[in-house]
């Protein structure tokens, strides 16, 4: 069996447990670095909304893995089917106009996916909106916002912009460590057990650490599209007046978080140039990757710049 029949395999199992009341359509589903991968589109008959789900990749011709692929897409689709009854409904703009957000991409990675959705430019990268949504288990749930959304919700194109620049920092507020103090801080580390000798070495190796190398992340406190936080207003004056800093060289890692340095430590500052001209972010997954490049931050003009 070859994936295309594994995918209408899936197609038939999801409609057997669906019913009739539903449409369950072949359609192709394309992640934000612009690959096309096979999915189902899922939808209440009569409804405004889909859901298009991937099917998950091919495993066997079994009658046990058909069905839990299946079992899988029916569970996400009941999750997400839970907006509606609830309090976010994306058929309906007023219950979700304050889950608008922004999110920073890589403009030469997402070429024809640009072409799809609302977004402008700015320096190498492309600015795109989103709906961000959370459940009871504060799972994130989101959708990225098409120029159909638009026309679906009668809303113009700046709507949208005022929406996100306003919600994000409410949504995804801005969080910057030292990176010696990122690891301890991390949600994993949480349940770990530290006895008081440790944590007064660890601290002792934070204040250490700052002097010898000031280097910063960034992100956001869900650890989430972290490089966004560069559009809040005012957030990078306000760090550097808290550091006495002039001016910062900022290297993204990814779309979830990026590195800040002082540009007065030349010594780094060229290291971290090196770094970016060598790829230093293709550990990360293609959809998460930003650019190479490397920026730099004046205080005194508030203007941020590809150096």
Not at 45 to 60: D, M, N, R
Not at 153 to 182: D, V, Y
Not at 191 to 219: G, H, I, M
Request: glycine share 4%.
């Amino acid at each position: 069996m070859n994936e295309t029949e594994w995918v209408l395999k899936v197609q038939e199992e999801v409609k057997k447990r669906l019913g009739t009341t539903y449409d369950v359509d072949l359609g192709n589903l394309r992640n934000t670095a612009g690959f096309y991968m096979q999915g189902l589109i899922l939808r209440k008959k009569g409804a405004p909304v889909s859901l298009t789900v991937e099917v998950p990749a091919w495993a066997s011709c079994s009658e046990r893995t058909v069905g839990k692929a299946a079992d899988l897409i029916v569970a996400l689709f009941y999750k997400e089917r839970s907006f509606n009854k609830g309090m976010w409904d994306p058929g309906d703009f007023s219950t979700i106009k304050h889950r608008i957000a922004q999110r920073i991409i890589s403009t030469r990675e997402n070429k024809e996916l640009l072409e799809e959705v609302p977004h402008f430019n700015f320096l190498d990268w492309s600015i795109v909106s989103y709906i961000y949504l959370t459940d009871e288990e504060e799972n994130v749930w989101t959708a990225l916002i098409r120029w159909e959304h638009l026309r679906f919700w009668g809303i113009t194109e700046q709507q949208i912009w005022t929406l996100a620049r306003e919600n994000t920092p409410t949504l995804l507020p801005a969080c910057i460590r030292h990176i010696s103090e990122w690891e301890d801080s991390h949600p994993g580390r949480k349940n770990v057990e530290t006895d008081q000798e440790e944590l007064a070495r660890r601290e002792r190796f934070t204040e250490e650490s700052k002097e010898v190398l000031p280097l910063y992340l960034l992100s956001s406190e869900q650890g989430i599209y972290g490089a966004s936080c560069l559009l809040y207003d005012n957030l990078l004056r306000r760090f550097c007046e808290e550091k006495g800093y002039n001016s910062l060289l900022i290297l993204p890692h990814s779309a979830h978080e990026v590195f800040l340095l002082p540009e007065e430590k030349e010594f780094y500052a060229a290291y971290l140039k090196k770094a970016a001209m060598r790829g230093f972010n293709r550990e990360n997954w293609r959809e998460e990757r930003l650019t190479n490049s490397l920026y730099r931050y004046e205080r005194e003009k508030g203007r941020l710049t590809i150096c």
